[in-house]
């Protein structure tokens, strides 16, 4: 049984150790998505060059890649990240965004998991469905599927990968493929209107995973710190919209503190 406490240490962890996370994320999202690794207390570093793509790997501690603005020169820096991560034995995660939307995503997704299988694959209901290589109608970037839709894909993805799903909605589910399953159903609506934050999720993940070798936990615990997070910056913005509720959001992955984290968490963990 996982406990608040347990997922409290990891974010602990985080903020003691900064390790370091390197992303290759989409041009939409970069400057919060670095925002958000360097409140929760990670340090970020965002190199797309083929250069020095895997050099940079060889320093990191985590690896994040991104599929939200695809060109072929990103993907080659995505295969050359996540190829130098399986050398390395660091752990690797996988952001499907938009997966389903076009043939040329789609193809690019299908290589990405040829090069290496991703220590954490994290997205939306119809992202992980169409990861997972289900038929399912996208709405852009935005997901046309319930999160609950998702979990008969995402077990499969899981035992595919052999390694932790995350599927994001008003309830986040986490799996992996040792049949383990956590629900988290903190966070706010308007945390879906803020670009960036799903993206964010996933930065996040990479951070937990670099200082908790279980995949599952660390998952777990990213998830729950950013939800718990969103869901106090929604309160403190009192009403005002999403341009307010944006920086505290940051204020929350930067401040939160254990006693308002052990309240709020609303965990339920089973098996599948």
């Known amino acids: 049984m996982t406990t608040a406490a347990e997922l409290w240490a990891d974010v602990a962890a985080v903020r003691e150790r900064a390790p370091l996370v390197h992303c290759i994320t989409n041009f939409v999202v970069m400057n919060f998505n670095a925002n958000a690794l360097l409140a929760a207390g990670a340090s970020p570093v965002m190199a797309h060059a083929h250069e020095e793509v895997s050099d940079m790997v060889a320093i990191a501690e985590a690896v994040v890649v991104n599929i939200g603005t695809l060109d072929p020169y990103w993907v080659k820096s995505m295969e050359l990240a996540l190829r130098a991560a399986d050398d390395r034995d660091i752990p690797s995660v996988l952001d499907p965004v938009g997966a389903g939307a076009t043939p040329y995503r789609n193809e690019a997704l299908k290589t990405l998991f040829s090069v290496a299988l991703p220590t954490v694959v994290r997205g939306n209901g119809s992202e992980i469905m169409s990861a997972a290589g289900a038929a399912v109608r996208t709405h852009g970037v935005d997901s046309s599927a319930a999160a609950s839709d998702a979990l008969g894909a995402a077990q499969k993805l899981a035992q595919r990968t052999r390694g932790t799903v995350c599927v994001s909605g ?56 950013l939800g718990v997070a969103g869901e106090v910056a929604a309160e403190q913005s009192q009403g005002r919209g999403v341009g307010t509720m944006q920086p505290l959001l940051l204020d929350q992955l930067h401040r939160l503190d254990e006693r308002t984290f052990a309240q709020r968490l609303r965990l339920e963990v089973a098996e599948w």
């Not at 992996?176 to 993206?199: A, E, F, K, Q, Y």
């Open 170 to 225: 008003a309830t986040d589910h986490v799996l992996d493929d040792n049949r383990r399953w956590s629900r988290l159903s903190n966070g706010h609506p308007w945390m879906t209107r803020i670009t960036g934050v799903g993206c964010s999720a996933t930065a996040l993940i990479g951070a937990f995973c670099a200082v908790q070798p279980d995949s599952w936990r660390a998952t777990t615990a990213a998830m729950a710190l």
